[in-house]
C-alpha cells in the first residue's frame, strides 16, 4: 500500500488559515487522497477527499499537486474546535483492500485562542 | 438521520471475561468497518463486512477475536478471554451500499472503550 508521511503536529492561531502537508510520493494512479480528523474523544470524521483537481467543501479545500506526490489540506480560518488530528489517507479505487482506511500517526493540530 | 451507534460506550471486563461490542450502522448503510485504537497509537482496521458475510479480516487477530453482521441486527465484535492488551478503543464504521467504491465516506461511531482489570 501506499504511504503518507504528515508532520507530527502544527499549531495555528485561531481564525488564521491552517495548511497540512502531506507527502505520498509513492501514489498509484487508481489511490484517492482521503483525510480524516479526530477529535479528543471522538471517533474519526470524513473531512474531504480528490483524485486530481482541488476540491472545496464546507469544512476545507484539498490542493493536490500537479504529480499527485503531495497535497494539503487547508481550513481557511481555524477555529477551536478545528483542534484534532488530521489523517491523510490514500484509498485505491478498484482493488478490494480500498476498503480500508490505513491511518498513518497523522497530523496533531493544536489551535491558540 | 441517526449516525453509527456503539454500545456500551464503556465496557470494563477482567481477564478472561468475554466482551461483546455492538455496532448499528447508519440506515440504509450495509457495510460495517471495526478498527481499534490501542492508548497512544493509532487506529488500526480490524474487519469489513457485509450483511451475512466477512470481506476481509485482514486485521482480526487470529486469535479469540470474531466478528458477524447478521441480516437482522447489529454487528457484533466479539473477544473472548480478555487480556490487558485488548484495553483499547473500538470504533466502528459505516457505508452505504455501494460502499465498494472509492470515493464513499465511512461514518465512524463514538466507540467503545474497553478496560480490561
Known amino acids: 500500500d501506499a504511504k503518507t508521511t504528515q508532520p507530527n503536529s502544527m499549531e495555528s492561531n485561531e481564525e488564521e488559515p491552517v495548511h497540512l502537508p502531506c507527502n505520498h510520493s509513492?501514489?498509484?494512479?487508481?489511490?484517492?487522497i482521503h483525510w480524516y480528523r479526530q477529535l479528543p474523544s471522538q471517533g474519526p470524521e470524513y473531512v474531504i477527499h480528490?483524485?486530481?483537481s482541488n476540491v472545496n467543501n464546507r469544512m476545507a479545500s484539498l490542493a493536490i499537486a500537479e504529480d499527485r506526490k503531495s497535497s494539503t489540506l487547508i481550513l481557511h480560518r481555524a477555529t477551536l474546535r478545528d483542534a484534532a488530528v488530521y489523517y491523510c489517507?490514500?484509498?485505491?479505487?478498484?482493488?478490494?483492500?480500498?476498503?480500508?482506511?490505513?491511518f498513518g500517526g497523522g497530523t496533531r493540530v493544536l489551535v491558540k485562542p | 438521520n441517526a449516525g453509527v451507534m456503539q454500545n456500551p460506550r464503556h465496557l470494563v471486563r477482567r481477564r478472561g471475561q468475554e466482551a461483546r461490542l455492538r455496532c448499528s450502522p447508519m440506515?440504509?448503510?450495509?457495510?460495517v468497518y471495526w478498527y481499534r485504537q490501542l492508548p497512544e497509537e493509532g487506529l488500526k482496521f480490524m474487519v469489513y463486512?457485509?450483511?451475512?458475510?466477512?470481506?476481509?479480516e485482514s486485521g482480526m487477530p487470529k486469535e479469540r477475536f470474531s466478528a458477524e453482521f447478521p441480516k437482522e441486527g447489529p454487528s457484533i465484535l466479539r473477544i473472548q478471554q480478555v487480556v490487558r492488551g485488548d484495553s483499547a478503543a473500538y470504533f466502528c464504521?459505516?457505508?452505504?451500499?455501494?460502499?465498494?467504491?472509492?470515493?464513499?465516506?465511512?461514518?465512524f461511531g463514538p466507540g467503545t472503550r474497553l478496560t480490561v482489570l
Open positions: 464504521a459505516s457505508s452505504p451500499p455501494q460502499g465498494a467504491s472509492y470515493g464513499n465516506e465511512q461514518f
Open positions: 509513492t501514489i498509484s494512479g487508481t489511490d484517492y
Open positions: 480528490g483524485l486530481t
Open positions: 489517507i490514500l484509498r485505491d479505487a478498484i482493488k478490494a483492500a480500498g476498503n480500508k482506511l490505513t
Open positions: 440506515k440504509g448503510h450495509s457495510h
Open positions: 463486512l457485509q450483511k451475512e458475510n466477512i470481506i476481509d
